[in-house]
């Protein structure tokens, strides 16, 4: 019960702990059983209600959570709404998953490949296993990422160069958006206004307001290396269909 109790209850989750590493397992062994199994056993049809089902199950925990928030919890509308990147896109991901449009799957592999695999790394939760947070918190970042690579290594599709610059400028009206959000609400979503209280990439840009500038300088260089293995690979698929 002690080792129990060191390996997972803890109230802020730490890189590197138990609660950090176990759930990234889990994650990357659903997404290849989810993938193979699909490939032998689902028809498109199939396919397309599997990820369409796991696009609900990670919007409805990041509703049910918020609703349990402002049920039973002290609910701050200046920092607890899902406008967060990630979150919204976990709110969004069904409609995603539903009609599946190129041109919704260009901006979300940039982003959430990007984003989420940053939360990954550096997990912000306050209170660790067994808490809703820490579940949420998983279900939401891992579930995008299951999710999007399930697109690319199922369901083929691929992102252009042309994507990168599309998914650049859809992330600048996000970010306008929160902007004039904060403002209003006097709010700190997409950390426009603060650093993360967690350990983040944006520690190594300096103070406010250079870490946004660093940011946003470094968005299409990241872009483009997150581009660079799909642009290899549909090189090499060429060279191997002359």
Known sequence: MELLRLCFVQTEVTIGSFQHIIPILFAIGFT?????????HFDEQQKQKAIHYLGWVVSATLIGFHLSRILFSNYNFKTDLPLYLCSLM????????????????EILVFWIIGGTLQAVITPDITH????FDYFRYWVVHLGLLSIIFYFVFELKMKPTLRSVFKS???LQVYVVLMMVLNYLLNANYFYLNEKP??????????????????GQLIIIPLFLLIYLPFFLFGKKENLLSK
């Open 32 to 40: 290849i059983f989810l993938v193979k199994y699909s490939k032998k």
């Open 90 to 105: 976990a709110l969004l991901i069904p409609f995603f998953t539903h009609y599946r449009k190129y041109w919704m799957f």
């Open 128 to 131: 660790g296993f067994p808490s």
């Open 168 to 170: 650049f400028l859809a």
């Open 197 to 214: 209280k967690s350990a983040s990439l944006l520690d190594y840009f300096g103070e406010w307001p250079y870490y946004i500038l660093v």
